[in-house]
């Protein structure tokens, strides 16, 4: 079993930028690929990116203009989220997650194939 915590959420000004945290507790041995993911009040959680834990390779949600890198320490056991150019329209809960092993549908985003989840880190972009 895996405790997922992120961290790093906050107020913050159009234009601007913030990094996510996500700290991993428990066996992270068969650890596959970590995830992104995003919900907004009101609307479906939306896929950002994976990482693969093993080699770092990623892989990112269309639409993001390059404004989202995702990172990883395994000696901390933790990955980042890095986000720039922040606007309203990011304003959200933001969630990692950790993808089932071998669920290689978890490299696209989907949702199923993740079954470890933390419990968010509420970001705010607004003047």
């Known amino acids: 079993q895996v405790q997922l915590v992120e961290s790093g959420g906050g107020l913050v000004r159009p234009g601007g930028a913030l990094t996510l945290s996500c700290a991993a507790s428990?066996?992270?041995?068969?650890?596959?690929?970590m995830g992104w993911f995003r919900q907004a009040p009101g609307k479906e959680r939306e896929f950002l990116g994976a990482?693969?834990?093993?080699?770092?390779?990623?892989n990112y949600a269309d639409g993001l203009e390059g404004r989202f890198t995702i990172s990883k320490d395994n000696a901390k056991n933790t990955v980042y989220l890095q986000m720039n150019g922040l606007q309203p329209d990011d304003t959200a809960t933001y969630y990692c997650?950790?993808?089932?092993?071998?669920?290689?549908?978890?490299?696209?985003?989907?949702?199923?194939?993740?079954?470890?989840w933390g419990q968010g880190t509420q970001v705010t972009v607004s003047s």
């Open positions: 997650a950790r993808a089932k092993m071998g669920a290689a549908a978890a490299w696209y985003g989907t949702s199923s194939s993740y079954d470890s």
């Open positions: 990482i693969a834990w093993n080699g770092g390779n990623t």
């Open positions: 428990g066996d992270m041995f068969r650890t596959y690929i």
